[in-house]
């Protein structure tokens, strides 16, 4: 197992939610590091079993083992990891707790290359249409890491290790295996950045954590065609309630109506003007 700077070299931006958690659902747990969420399924309770999902910024490992103590109890690993996707800002700290909890990692078959040290993703976009954070892109690292021990490809049969009643949606756009996860008995999405709620894009935005419905950020999503029809995918599965890798949770009729906004005019809203993923009939 082999640290990059995916997961080593601190990224100095953050908004006025870090270090803020907020409960969701009675087992879902969402708390901001710096710009990301990361999720903790499960109820509060000493000794409860639970389950991470995604791993937050470079450096942060700490911050999110010490937030699970506060939830679930000192010594008590999560049952498993599981990541939406592999970029920088969601395995930032995967390392540092892999060397304090033995645990399996899951992921989609096709985000294991990013994993296993096989494959970097494609460099940030810092000409895309947007606003200053897609300026400050080019510091964001793209580097593979290699956690090939913990790693297992999620079940072909949808479901989610650990968390019953839940099943994976592959979300594709943002990442080649990016996946979202949906109950069904209360609707309830963990969207990862399929969409989000914040305009990832606008350093003002991400600072102040303003709510409003995006696509996926644009200076790391490289198919706007997958990601619109990965949006479609999710608006018409109905969520209640959605928590996303940026931004604040968000539920009822905001939701419903904001992502429907969003898959009908996926092209004004989320895909920018230019940048490099960018083709020309989009």
Known sequence: MENSSSTERFQPVTSVGSGIGIEVTPDLYCYTIQIVNVIFYGIAGEGNDWVLIDAGMPTSGGKIKEEAEKRFGKNNPPKAIILTHGHFDHIG??????EVWDVPVYAHELELPYLTGKKNYPEPDTTVEGGMVSKMSFAFPHESIDISEYIQPLPIDHTVPFMPNWKWIHTPGH????????RNEDHALIAGDAFVTVKQESLYKVFTQEKEISGPPRYLTPDWEASESSVNILEAMDPAVAIT??????????????????KNNFKS??????????????
């Open 175 to 182: 990442s080649e295996g990016h996946v979202s996860l949906f």
């Open 245 to 262: 890798g940026h931004g604040v949770p968000v539920s009822g009729e905001w939701l419903k109506e904001n992502l429907t906004e969003l």
């Open 93 to 98: 700290g995967i390392i540092e707790l892999l």
């Open 269 to 282: 809203i989320a895909v920018p003007d230019y940048g490099k993923f960018v083709k020309d009939d989009q």
